[in-house]
């Protein structure tokens, strides 16, 4: 589904990704880990348009999309989260639901003129869509709280909530887990599982719980110093002498 081919890119002197290249499947959950520093969260900000290459390509269901714009990736289904949410914090949970999908008709000032009827048609289905998103997500009981309100894990639900109102095929999450009680972490992998399963949905995420991780990705994809170190199932990753020197600085056999 995306084929990134030797990524590159440097911040002053800073090789923050360095030739790294993998493959996400089609309906997988693949996930990103790494050292802290290992390039992560600046390959997802490739990869999503916020920063351009300063080499290689990024290929998405066939189509070169190397350095569009997050606006024209948003359209062609691709969307990211972030490690610290992004809501409106002074709507309802049901409003940031609301406003997502683009090209509505209330937009246009016009159209509140001359197409009320059509304006109010389709806040109706939106509304509609928001409360089936609210349910799956277990949210019904903030529904029509201000968003910044809410706790740091409800916030992360609702960024997930968010990205199924575009009706995503890829969705890059950004340690969606941090910060979140195992209680809400456990909801919000069990969304993940059943987005996956149930409609398609497929995932690439950033992710330091390796419980978590395990739980959810296969394969695991690892960086360590701005490039991929492995690629493997998780038992195969964890078990990598070369990962295992990556996070800690020696490899197993100098710990026995």
């Not at 066939?62 to 289904?77: S, V, Y």
């Not at 740091?152 to 990205?163: I, P, S, V």
């Amino acid at each position: 589904m995306l084929d990134i081919q030797n990524l590159y890119k440097n911040f002053g002197g800073i090789h923050a990704v360095e030739d790294a290249s993998f493959s996400i499947e089609r309906g997988s959950i693949t996930g990103l880990i790494g050292p802290n520093g290992a390039g992560k969260t600046t390959l997802f900000n490739v990869i999503a348009g916020v920063h351009s290459p300063d080499a290689g390509t990024v290929v998405f269901d066939g189509e070169d999309i190397t350095a569009k714009r997050p606006h024209e990736l948003f359209a062609r289904g691709i969307l990211r989260t972030f490690q610290i949410a992004h809501e409106f914090a002074s709507l309802t949970v049901r409003e940031n639901l609301m406003v997502v999908p683009g090209a509505q008709a209330g937009e246009r000032l016009v159209d509140t003129w001359i197409h009320p009827r059509k304006v109010r048609v389709q806040e109706a289905e939106l509304a509609n869509r928001a409360t089936e998103v609210i349910d799956f997500l277990q949210l019904t009981a903030v529904a029509e709280e201000l968003a910044g309100n809410l706790s740091g894990g409800q916030k992360k639900l609702l960024e997930l909530g968010r990205t199924m109102m575009a009706e995503p095929k890829l969705i890059f999450l950004d340690e969606v887990g941090a910060g979140v009680n195992r209680t809400l972490l456990g909801t919000i992998g069990d969304a993940i599982l059943r987005l996956n399963q149930e409609k398609g949905y497929t995932f690439c995420m950033i992710e330091h719980d390796m419980d978590f991780i395990s739980r959810l990705c296969d394969p695991v994809v690892v960086m360590a110093a701005g490039g991929v170190l492995t690629c493997g199932t998780p038992e195969e990753v964890m078990n990598n002498e070369a990962v295992i020197e990556a996070y800690l600085g020696t490899g197993r056999r100098h710990h026995r």
